[in-house]
C-alpha cells in the first residue's frame, strides 16, 4: 500500500484545520472499509490519513423530539441495534442492515457510506426518502445539503477540499408515516445491489389516500436518484395498487441503469418496478394503511 | 517515508509493544511483524473473512483495520482461541464434524463463530448462517461448518 502519515484528533476543529492545510491531500477515515481498499488499490491516493473514530461528537446517535442525528463515524452496527432507530425508523434499518456482513458492519459508518458515494449504496435511497440532510463543516463555515444532492458522480461528492461531513440529520416521522427499502441481489448476504429503491409514504388520517411520497432509487444511474415526479404523481391520490404501479412505471421512466457484471440494463428497467411496488406496499403498511385492489 | 509509529495493545492476553508504518494493516502486523500466521490473507479487500479477529469485543476483518489503530486495544486471534488445558468447543467441534478440507479458512471461521457465541450462546441454524455470511470457504459447502458451530453451542 501506499504511505501516508496518520492521525487521530480528538475534535472536528482540528480534522477542519488539518483538511484545509493539506489541500486535498488527506482522506478521512472512518470504518476504513472503502478507503483501505481504495488506498491498497490505488484508487484514491492520500498523503494524511485523518481517523475521526475518535471523535466524541461524531460517534454519537441522538433521537429527540426533532427527529434523528448520526454523527458521521457511527457504525452501521449502532445505528441498527439503536431501540429507538428501529422502532421509529425501520425503513432506515432496512438500508443499512444490508451493509455488508457483521464485520463490515461494525466497523463501516453510514457517514462513510454516504461519502464513498457509490451509485449502489444501500444507505442512500433509504436516507433520501426519509428526507435527510447532510450537515457539513469547513473553515468556511457550516451548511447543509439534502441527501439526494450529496453524491455528485460515481465515487464523488459535493464536499469542496477542506470539508468535513458532520452528522445526518432526519426529521422525526409524521403522522401516518411509513418508509422501506429493498434491494436486489442474486445471493441472500453480502453484496452489492443489482437495483436498489426506497420508498416512504404520508397516508391522511382515513388511510384512504395519499398525502405525500417520496421515492429513490440506487443502482440505476451514475448517482442515487430522487423519483421525484413518481413521488409528486401519488399526493392526493388514492392508495389503489392501480396507483402504486403508476408511481412505479414513473420511477422506471427515469432509470438509466447500465449493463454489467451484476445485471444487464433491462433486467435492472424491470427490478425497479417491482421494488418500488413492493417497497410502497410495505411503507403503506408500516404507515398503518393498506391499499385497495 | 513516514516513520514508523510506536504502538501498544493487548494481544491475545498479552502486553504486546511493535513499530509499523501507519500503511500497514492489522493483517499485515499480525503475521509479519508479530509472527502470529493464523489469521489469513485471502481476498485482502473485506469479502472472505479468512483475516477475522476480535478487536476490543468486535469481530473485525484486520486486513481492513490499519496497526496503528489499536493503539491501547485488545485483540483476540485464533492462536488466542485454545485455552493451555485444551482446544475450545469450537476447535473440537469443527474436527468432529470434519467442518474443513484444506483450512485455509478454518482460522476466520473459528474466530467469527467465537464471536458469535460470545455475543448470543444459543443461536438458530439461521442465525449461524447469517452471521457467517462474511466468511467464504471453498471446500466444504458450509453445512459441515454450520452443523460445527452449533453442536459447539450446545456442549
Redesign the interface.
Known sequence: ??????I?PKNVDEVVSLLASQNGNARV?S???DL??Q???GRRTAGF?V?V?NITDLKQIINDENGLRIGAAVSCHAICADPIVQTRYPGLVDGIHLI?????Q??ASVGGNLCNASPAADSIPALIVHNAICHITGQGGERTLPVEEFCIAPGKNALQAGELLKFISVPAPQKNFGASYLRFIPR???DIAVVGAGSSVILDDDKKHFVSARIALGAVAPTPLLASDAGAFLSGKAITLANIKEAARMAQAIAKPITDLRGTAEHRKHLVAVLVERTLVKAIERAGGKYAE | MPNKVHISATINGEETEFLCEPRQSLLEVLRETLGLMGAKEGCNNGNCGACNVILDGVLVNSCLVLGVEIQGKSVTTIEGIASPHGLHALQQKFIEHAALQCGFCTPGFIVASKALLDNNPDPSEQEVRTWLAGNLCRCTGYDRIVKAVLDAADS
Open positions: 500500500m501506499q504511505s501516508f502519515d496518520y487521530a477515515l470504518g476504513g472499509t483501505i481498499v488506498l491498497r488499490e490519513v481517523d473514530k455488508g456482513g457483521v464485520q463490515i461494525s466497523r441472500n448476504e453480502m
